[in-house]
C-alpha cells in the first residue's frame, strides 16, 4: 500500500491544482452547521468540521435530481418522448468525507446497482467519484460507528484515507482512483509504508476507545421476523415520533425515492426526489387504502428495515454505519441505539 | 421550575389510581443531553417516568387528539394556549382533557448553548437558573435567562391559562415594552432585503416538515403540499415549492399561533420559522387586539364576522 506524506502548506494550492480535471465537493460551514455540499472555485473544504447535519449521500442521490425531460411541442421532433436529462458525470471528488459515510456508501450501492439493475444516474455518478476520506482523530459524542460496521478510520468504500497529522495530511492511497486523484493535486511525497501505518493505526486506536457509545446487533439476524414484528414496544417507541422526513433525511443509508413529473409550459421533467418512510403518503394507494397507514407501523418500518430485513436479505451487517445523526437530529429523541438493543435483546413471551 | 416534578408526579398518580383518566401525557428523560421526549404514562408505577425541565420545548398539545377516553397533559403556558385552541377548534372536548397546568420559566435554546462549544455536549444539568453544561474539553455554568429561547424570552403567558391541577407556584408574567422586536427589524427592511432575508432563511430547508408536525395547529388530516389531486405544489427541492409551503403554512397559522417555538425546536437545520408566523402574529394583535388560545369562548379573529373589524369593506 502506497502512502504519501502532505505538508499542509501545500494542501490548499494542490486542491486547487485537482480542480483542472475534478468538481470538488466537500465540508463546508453554514449558518446552520456544517454541510456536504459542491465546492465553487474559491472554496476549499472545510478539514477542522465537526460532524455535518446531513451525510454525504446528496454527492451521488441529491435530494432532487432531473431524471428525464422531453417537449410537449407537437411541432418538434420527438415530442413526448422522455430522454435522459443532460448531467455532468466529469470526475468529481469528495474531500474529507467521513469513514462512515463512505461505508454508508458502500451499502446504498447494494441497491442502487444490482444484477438486475443498475440506476444509471446513481452509478454514473458512483463511478465519476473519487472518495477522499478523513479519518475522525476525535470522534463525537453521537458516534456509535464501531459497533455497527464501520469506524473511524475504516477504509472501505474510499479511494484515500487521510489522517491529519498536526502539520501534515498521511495519505493512504486505496485505489488506482485514489491514485490518480494524488496525482491530479501533485501530491507525490512518498511515505514509509510500514512506519505511516504504524503511526495511523496509533491514531485510530486513539480514536475508537473515544467512542463509548454501542449498538448490539449480534443476535438480531437469528430472531424470527414475525416475532419482531408482532413485539409489544413499538407503540411505546412510536408515541412520540411526529412523523418528519429528519431521520431519513439525515441517514446516510436511507435510499428510498420518489418519482414525480414536472411541467412548466411546454417542457415536462420527470424528478427523482428523496422520499421518506415517515410520511403516510409513502405507501398511499391510488385507492385510497394504505397498508402503513398507522405511525407505529411506520415507525417499525423503518427500524426493521435498517435492523432485520436489510440484515436478512444482503447479509453484511445492519443498514446502520452507526454516525448518530438520527440520533442528535430527532426531533422527540427516538433513538436507534436503544431501538436495535431492544430488538437484539427481544425474546418473546410464551 | 425543576422542583414542580414531585407535584406532577403526585397529581398524576392520584389521576390514575382513581381512574380519573385512562393516561398522562408527559414528558420523559432522554437518551441524550438537552433531551426530553413526550410519553405517555398508563399506571402509577410508571409516573417516575415523568420529569419537567428547561428542555422540554415541544408543545404536547400536539399529542391530545385522537385519543380514547379522558387523558391527563402536563401543560406550559404555550401549551395549556394551544388546548384552548384545539378545544375552539372541535379537536378535543374540554372534559376529555385534564390539564395539570405548569407555570414556566422557560425553555433553553439548545442551539445556542451547543454554538458555545466546538464539540459535542455530553452533560447538561440545571439547578434552578443555573445551567451546567460539559463537552469532552469543557465545563460551563450558564445562567438560565441568557440562553432561552427566542419565543421565550419574549413570551407573556408563561402561566398556563387554564388547568384543573397546578403543579406549582404561578411565577411572574413578563411586561415588555415591545413584544416583536425581531419583526420590526424585518419590516424595517426594504422590499428586496426583505425578499433576501427571507431566501436566506429557507435556503436550506429539506422539507422534512418537522415544523410543520411538531406544530399542533398542522392537524389538517391532508396537508395541501401532500395533496396529489390536485397536486398544489412541487415536492422537490425548487425554490419557489420549498417557499410557497413556509408562505402557506404561516398564513393557515394566521390568529392560531400561540408563538411556543415547537416548529424551531423541532427544526433539523436550524430555521427560525418564527419569522414567518410572527409577522402574522404582530398583525393579529394590532389589528384586532387578539392572542391566541387565551378564552374557550372566543373564535379566532379570522374565524368570525365582527362589526368593530379594522377592514372597511367588510362592513
Redesign the interface.
Same mark, same amino acid.
Given at each position: 500500500m502506497k502512502f504519501i506524506t502532505i505538508d499542509k502548506k501545500d494542501w490548499a494550492k494542490g486542491i486547487e491544482k485537482s480542480r483542472e480535471t475534478y468538481r470538488l465537493f466537500g465540508p463546508v460551514k453554514?449558518?446552520?452547521?456544517f454541510?456536504i455540499k459542491s465546492l465553487d472555485n474559491d472554496m476549499l473544504p472545510d478539514m477542522e468540521y465537526?460532524d455535518s !447535519?446531513?451525510s454525504a449521500k446528496s454527492v451521488l442521490f441529491?435530494? #432532487?435530481e432531473k431524471m428525464m425531460t422531453t417537449s410537449l411541442d407537437e411541432s418538434r421532433d420527438g415530442h413526448h418522448i422522455m430522454n435522459r436529462a443532460d448531467a455532468d458525470y466529469s470526475p468529481r471528488a469528495v474531500i474529507g468525507l467521513r469513514p462512515f459515510d463512505a461505508k454508508a456508501i458502500q451499502l446504498v450501492k447494494l441497491n442502487f446497482d444490482t444484477k438486475e439493475y443498475r440506476d444509471p444516474y446513481w452509478c454514473d455518478a458512483y463511478e465519476a467519484t473519487t472518495f477522499v476520506g478523513l479519518g475522525i482523530n476525535?470522534p463525537?459524542? @453521537?458516534d456509535f460507528s464501531t459497533s455497527a460496521g464501520s469506524g473511524p478510520f475504516n477504509e472501505e468504500g474510499l479511494d484515500v484515507l487521510l489522517a491529519d497529522m498536526d502539520d501534515t495530511y498521511l495519505a493512504k492511497v486505496l485505489t488506482d482512483k485514489g491514485q490518480a486523484y494524488m496525482d491530479a493535486c501533485g501530491f507525490k511525497t512518498q511515505a514509509d509504508a510500514k512506519e505511516s501505518q504504524a503511526l495511523i493505526d496509533v491514531l485510530k486506536k486513539e480514536a475508537q476507545k473515544n467512542i463509548v457509545s454501542r449498538i448490539h446487533t449480534d443476535k438480531l439476524k437469528e430472531k424470527t421476523t414475525l416475532e419482531l414484528h408482532e413485539a409489544p414496544f413499538w407503540d411505546d417507541i412510536a408515541?412520540?415520533c411526529?412523523?418528519?422526513?429528519?431521520c431519513t @433525511? !439525515?441517514c446516510p443509508t436511507c435510499w428510498c425515492f420518489?418519482i414525480?413529473d414536472?411541467t412548466k409550459q411546454k417542457t415536462t421533467s420527470r424528478?427523482k426526489?428523496w422520499d421518506?418512510c415517515m #410520511?403516510?403518503?409513502f405507501t398511499l394507494h391510488t385507492t385510497g387504502h394504505n397498508p402503513r397507514d398507522t405511525k407505529t407501523q411506520r415507525v417499525r418500518q423503518r427500524f426493521m428495515h435498517k435492523l432485520k430485513y436489510f440484515v436478512d436479505k444482503y447479509d453484511q451487517g445492519t443498514m446502520c454505519v452507526g454516525c448518530g445523526r438520527c !440520533?442528535? #437530529?430527532c426531533? !422527540?429523541?427516538?433513538?436507534i441505539?436503544?431501538v436495535c438493543n431492544l430488538m437484539n435483546a427481544y425474546e418473546k413471551q410464551e | 421550575m425543576n422542583t414542580c416534578i414531585n407535584k406532577i408526579r403526585e397529581i398524576a398518580s392520584k389521576l390514575l389510581e382513581n381512574g380519573e383518566v385512562e393516561k398522562v401525557i408527559g414528558f420523559a428523560n432522554g437518551t441524550i443531553p438537552m433531551a426530553t421526549s413526550p410519553v405517555v404514562i398508563n399506571s402509577k408505577q410508571d409516573v417516575d417516568k415523568l420529569v419537567f425541565n428547561s428542555t422540554c420545548g415541544l408543545n404536547l398539545a400536539n399529542y391530545v387528539r385522537n385519543q380514547k377516553g379522558k387523558v391527563a397533559v402536563i401543560a406550559k403556558g404555550c401549551d395549556s394556549r394551544n388546548i384552548v385552541t384545539h378545544i375552539v377548534e372541535n379537536q378535543v372536548k374540554r372534559d376529555q382533557i385534564h390539564i395539570i397546568g405548569v407555570p414556566c420559566t422557560g425553555m433553553i435554546n439548545k442551539k445556542k448553548i451547543e454554538a458555545l462549544f466546538g464539540d459535542d455536549i455530553i452533560e447538561f444539568t440545571e439547578d434552578g437558573d443555573t445551567l451546567n453544561v460539559k463537552s469532552s474539553t469543557r465545563e460551563e455554568t450558564l445562567n438560565k435567562k441568557e440562553y432561552l429561547r427566542d419565543n421565550c424570552t419574549l413570551c407573556m403567558h408563561r402561566n398556563p391559562v387554564v388547568y384543573d391541577d397546578l403543579a406549582g407556584d404561578l411565577v411572574q408574567e413578563q411586561t415588555l415594552e415591545n413584544p416583536y422586536p425581531d419583526v420590526d427589524r424585518i419590516e424595517a427592511m426594504d422590499a428586496d432585503a426583505k425578499w433576501q432575508h427571507f431566501q436566506e432563511l429557507t435556503q436550506n430547508c429539506i422539507r422534512c416538515y418537522a415544523c410543520r408536525n411538531a406544530c399542533p395547529l398542522c392537524y389538517c388530516p391532508t396537508c395541501f403540499v401532500d395533496e396529489s389531486g390536485p397536486q398544489w405544489v412541487g415536492k422537490g427541492q425548487n425554490k419557489t415549492d420549498v417557499d410557497t409551503f413556509h408562505f402557506l403554512r404561516a398564513f393557515h397559522c394566521a390568529g392560531r399561533c400561540t408563538d411556543c417555538g415547537a416548529c424551531v425546536e423541532a427544526c433539523p437545520m436550524d430555521i427560525n420559522v418564527r419569522d414567518f408566523t410572527r409577522k402574522l402574529n404582530k398583525d393579529s394583535f394590532e389589528m384586532f387586539g387578539w392572542e391566541a388560545g387565551l378564552d374557550i369562548t372566543k373564535r379566532p379573529p379570522l374565524d368570525v364576522y365582527s362589526p368593530g373589524d379594522p377592514n372597511a369593506f367588510i362592513k
Open positions: 453554514e449558518k446552520n452547521g454541510l465537526h !447535519v446531513l441529491p435530494q #432532487s476525535k463525537g459524542f @453521537y408515541f412520540s411526529i412523523n418528519c422526513g429528519t @433525511y !439525515v420518489d414525480q414536472e424528478f426526489n421518506t #410520511s403516510p403518503l !440520533v442528535k #437530529s426531533p !422527540v429523541n427516538i433513538d441505539r436503544e | -
